[in-house]
């Protein structure tokens, strides 16, 4: 019977060392995945390995305080491109006041003195001189009722309406 309690303690004594052997495994080990976790969501998994692994539960404390680098760069990025942002509105607006005034569009040439664009029956028939046009309501070509082109007002207005044309 000694025998046998002998037997029992001593398979106690060993189920005893094997649980507290997995205790203490799971007590190292188990902080471990809490760790990784921890870690991967703040950008920092290898940080979040090593600390569980040697620090088991004080590691994941010591994750769960650590500055979240996903955040800190997601901000650095955000800043970086309201930086260029500002430098380019700078530039640009550098660039206006330092570039000379837009050169306002050339005014349309001049009519030629004396003379005036010809339409007749809705036909342009090109410029003409003031004595072609004269010769022209002379022999019947054109007639008061035809059109010259004011340049003063852009309008096309009959010939018989001009002095030196009718």
Known sequence: MNQLLGMLASSAEALGNLLGSIIGI????????????????????LAGFLWTFFLSWIGVLIMLIVPNERERQKHARAEAQRTEMIMA????????????????????????????RIAKNG?????????????????GQLTGEDFYLDHTINEWLPLGGHPDLA
Request: net charge positive.
């Open 123 to 139: 036909q342009e028939l090109g410029w003409m001189g003031i004595y072609d046009i004269r010769r022209m309501v002379e022999t």
């Open 89 to 116: 509105t700078q530039a640009m607006l550098i660039a206006k006041m330092t570039s000379p005034p837009a050169l306002p569009a050339p005014p349309p040439p001049a009519p030629p003195v004396n003379r005036f």
């Open 26 to 45: 799971l007590f190292v080990f188990l902080p471990v995945p809490f760790g990784l976790a921890i870690g991967h969501h703040k950008g920092r998994v």
